[in-house]
């Protein structure tokens, strides 16, 4: 899925498209970022940014990359020199504006944009990004605000960054309303809202408002596969049961997207495969003992229900290749990694093959926490005792893609998923408020 945030510039678009990519777990691409930095090439390379042949030659020496240092930051580099806080002064604010008025460049810039967004789910950042770049965007937002209100945002940044620097902010407001002109008078992609793009004014807003105001029409966009007509029937019965019977509550449905991904949860009941799996926006697939599919109506029953057998005795090799298999066909698989029930329904350590999976899967990961199955059927009880509380919590999800060193990544999925794990406990336990983590 691709969510496009166009508009000026000082109308809050990076902080907005980072917290977005944050709360969905999707990829945040600044595009403002990708022309800035050629445009410090062009200024390191001595060139005047109103020379065009010259500016269109020097894509021949431009060569991008996009990183993250420990901190998840994301950091830019040109040719191999980094270039992170060298592109955000205004002289190459000014130039990034001038150089992609150049019909060769925005070709360049737009194949990168392309490329990379048809390979993930991402937030896109520019000007142009619902109107040329992706056209067919899910969901386009064009962001605008006052021009004093964005003069005083840029002139607030500028400040905080270069304490140093002479800012004055009539200058800031004057090179504002100059690239406004720029931006919407040129002749190849002009600034201008997408016809299907939804109009935000953030004059009077703060950045968690208007997040919170792109999350909520994010939501109804979203696009699952849909259910067979069986396990529809089944999905919803089920749902209706622990509603009325155990009032389930499910938080940080914003967390969940489409596309295979590993679904692990903590482990203290016979319910909790059916309470995670009702719980979710979409089919999901899970294994089961083979004795089970000879059982004639149950046999029937789970197999419709996207249940997998493995013969007893079976090797984990097996099994690994069942799993990875199933996640090489888009599927969501249920996995409890703590290896059993717990016995008194506090978490157990997570055992290691769960990042071997995701790693030969090179899937998602998409922690949960369960709470409330194991006051209503431990594993000590025969039969679940009705009318309790039951509550599923859906967490960030943990892109294999992102880990930077693949030698230690095996560790750091489990790491990182019991991490989560125990966050969404703690969320919980907290009053569940916001938006889980």
Request: aromatic share 12%.
């Amino acid at each position: 899925m691709i969510i496009t945030i166009d508009g000026p510039s000082g109308t809050g678009k990076s902080t907005v498209a980072k917290g977005i990519a944050k709360q969905l777990s999707y990829m945040f691409f600044d595009t403002g970022a990708m022309y800035r930095s050629f445009a410090w090439l062009v200024m390191k390379e001595g060139l005047d940014p109103k020379d065009q042949n010259a500016v269109e030659a020097a894509l021949l020496k431009f060569q991008f990359e996009m990183q993250r240092d420990q901190k998840q930051s994301r950091i830019y580099f040109v040719n191999g020199e980094e270039v992170t806080e060298k592109i955000r002064t205004q002289q190459i604010s000014l130039a990034a504006s001038q150089v992609a008025v150049y019909p060769k460049i925005r070709e360049a810039m737009v194949k990168i944009q392309r490329k990379f967004g048809h390979s993930v789910d991402a937030v896109f950042e520019g000007r142009d990004m619902g109107t040329v770049v992706f056209p067919e965007a899910d969901l386009k937002i064009f962001l605008t605000a006052k021009p004093e209100v964005r003069a005083e945002r840029r002139y607030q940044e500028l400040k905080r960054k270069f304490p140093d620097v002479s800012i004055h902010f009539d200058e800031i407001l004057k090179e504002i309303q100059e690239r406004d002109d720029t931006d919407q008078t040129r002749a190849v992609s002009p600034l201008k809202k997408a016809e299907d793009a939804i109009l935000i004014d953030t004059s009077d807003l703060t950045a968690a408002q208007v997040i919170d105001k792109i999350i909520r029409l994010y939501k109804p966009r979203q696009k699952f596969p849909k259910m067979k007509w069986f396990y529809k029937i089944v999905y919803w019965l089920a749902r209706w049961f622990f509603q009325c019977f155990f009032r389930l509550r499910i938080y940080g449905i914003e967390h969940f997207s489409p596309g295979a991904a590993v679904i692990v949860a903590n482990h203290a009941s016979f319910m909790d495969p059916a309470v995670l799996s009702i719980s979710c926006l979409e089919e999901v697939s899970f294994l089961a003992k083979q004795s089970l599919f000879k059982v004639p109506l149950l046999g029937f029953i789970i197999r419709k229900l996207n249940s997998y057998p493995v013969a007893q005795g079976a090797s984990d090799a097996a099994v690994f290749r069942l799993m990875i298999e199933l996640l090489g066909q888009g599927k969501k698989l249920l996995l409890f990694p703590e290896g059993r029930r717990s016995s008194d329904g506090q978490l157990l350590p997570l055992q290691r093959g769960l990042s071997f999976i995701v790693q030969k899967a090179g899937c998602r990961v998409i922690p949960a926490y369960i709470q409330g199955t194991f006051a209503a059927w431990p594993r000590t009880r025969k039969f679940p005792k009705l009318f309790g509380k039951i509550t599923v919590v859906f967490g960030s999800s943990i892109e294999y893609k992102e880990l930077e060193d693949k030698t230690s990544s095996r560790d750091r999925i489990t790491e990182k998923t019991a991490y989560s794990i125990r966050r969404l406990k703690e969320w919980l336990e907290r009053g569940a408020i916001g938006i889980p983590p």
